[in-house]
């Protein structure tokens, strides 16, 4: 599967790969879908992993793919907006007293190895859930399998994921590790973003949107950027950056 980049004339586009391309050559069929990537929503995503493409890759079998969504929406209007300022209780004493999070804000997780980050996520998937009724979207953006593997192993431990009851479950993951072509790193997020604004808008749930690790965004794009053959920027970056970056950000709210 690729996803058309630029209209070059002729009947020729360029496109970005979104999966694996071992196998591809010259002179294959193109079949044109006509629509953007859509990826399966709602609680048929609970308790599963997907890649980029919406497809499992948890081999428990398909997902209902009855109600599906484009991964490429515009952000909410400003007039939706809520500005009223109202804390997100997280049940975690140290961080509702020191670090208190704004419902519908953002906000970063920074360490080192091996000081909590995971463990930190855990704990807030499982008291949105117990506490609040809802739900979590976890993307994993350019990190490594293994640390993929932990986590979904850890959460099975520790009852976030049902395995007898998927439907139980209280979070949906999406991946798409370091080994994965950068047009999967750079779309792999928005994949996890839909998902969640499925949640928001449709079963207007409380949401918790985890993106492990921006940057990894970041940097997929500059690598896309140079498959395109745009001039890079300063540092090295894609000249796209901001609009990249911002296209993600304000859908998150």
Known sequence: TCEVQQL???????AVAMSATEGLKRGMDVVDMGNPLSV????ATLGRIFNVLGEPVDNLGPVDTRTTSPIHKSAPAFIELDTKLSIFETGIKVVDLLAPYRRGGKIGLFGGAGVGKTVLI????????????????FGGVGERTREGNDLYME???SGVINEQNLAESKVALVYGQMNEPP????RVGLTALTMAEYFRDVNEQDVLLFIDNIFRF??????????????????GYQPTLSTEMGTLQERIT
Not at 8 to 14: D, I, M, Y
Not at 40 to 43: E, I, K, L, N, R
């Open 218 to 235: 970041v940097q997929a794009g500059s690598e896309v950027s140079a498959l395109l053959g745009r001039m890079p920027s300063a540092v």
């Open 40 to 43: 399966p929503v709602g609680g």
């Open 122 to 137: 855990m704990e807030l998937i499982n008291n949105i859930a117990k506490a609040h009724g809802g739900v979590s979207v």
């Open 8 to 14: 070059l004339g002729n009947n020729r586009v360029r």
């Open 155 to 157: 959460m099975k431990e």
């Open 183 to 186: 047009g999967a790193r750079m």
